[in-house]
């Protein structure tokens, strides 16, 4: 069973603040990916590692960055929220056993933006 | 054309009978293909995959898949209320995973 981990799981704050959101997971993988999705909308790939020190954007624009020190830990910074930015984020991880299709999924970060 | 396309829904059965399920993708190279289910404001979780052609089975659900044709497909038997939830398709294709719209499931009791 995956076991990968989101904080806050709701957040909600004012325009202009910067936040980070937490992921992390305990089983080793060296891949891992942050999607944005709004409410009964398709998902959106805006980072992703393929292990430590190494990120790449995604195919949807996003003003957030993301950070890959620890295999661990792959936290999504946003230097200025703004409502724009209200959305879901979810971070999963990859085994690389059967390509990169074979996500775990962490519960997301429901985000609010005033 | 999209990469992965998934029928549009929404897609309603009674409780009972078979849901079908369908993806297409355009990248005749892909090589597995998975299914995801996601709960109205949960996050996906992983269902089934399948790399070969032919049929897949793991209790109620069947994945399809036609290489030839560039298809794959979800079959759920004996649908459920709980099985209510939109299904995504993910395809690998070189060095990427790309995720379909997905098709929401609404079984009816």
């Known amino acids: 069973e995956a076991d990968i981990y989101q904080t806050p799981r709701y957040l909600v704050i004012g325009t202009g603040k910067k936040i980070t959101l937490e992921c992390s997971q305990t089983m080793g993988h060296d891949k891992m990916y942050w999607y944005q999705q709004d409410p009964g909308m398709e998902l959106h790939l805006i980072h992703y590692?393929?292990?430590?020190?190494?990120?790449e954007k995604g195919d949807l624009s996003s003003e957030s960055t993301v950070s890959r020190i620890r295999t661990e830990h792959f936290p999504l910074t946003l230097e200025s929220a703004r409502p724009s930015h209200t959305s879901q984020y979810l971070c999963a991880s990859n085994p690389g056993l059967a390509g990169p299709g074979e996500q775990f999924f962490g519960p997301g970060t429901r985000l609010t933006v005033l | 054309q999209k990469e992965v396309e998934q029928n549009s829904g929404p897609l309603s059965v009674p409780e009972g009978a078979i849901a079908s399920l369908n993806c297409t993708y355009s990248?005749?190279?892909?090589?597995?293909f998975f299914w995801y289910r996601q709960y109205s404001g949960k996050s996906p979780e992983l269902i089934m995959f399948?790399?070969?052609?032919g049929d897949k089975e793991d209790g109620r659900f069947t994945a399809q898949l036609n290489k030839a044709s560039q298809y794959v497909s979800l079959l759920i038997r004996d649908s459920q209320p709980s099985d209510s939830a939109t299904y995504l398709c993910?395809?690998?294709?070189?060095?990427?995973?790309?995720f379909g719209d997905g098709t929401t499931l609404t079984v009816k009791p």
């Open positions: 590692s393929y292990g430590v020190n190494s990120t």
């Open positions: 990248d005749r190279g892909s090589q597995s």
């Open positions: 399948i790399y070969s052609n």
């Open positions: 993910a395809v690998n294709m070189v060095g990427k995973s790309t």
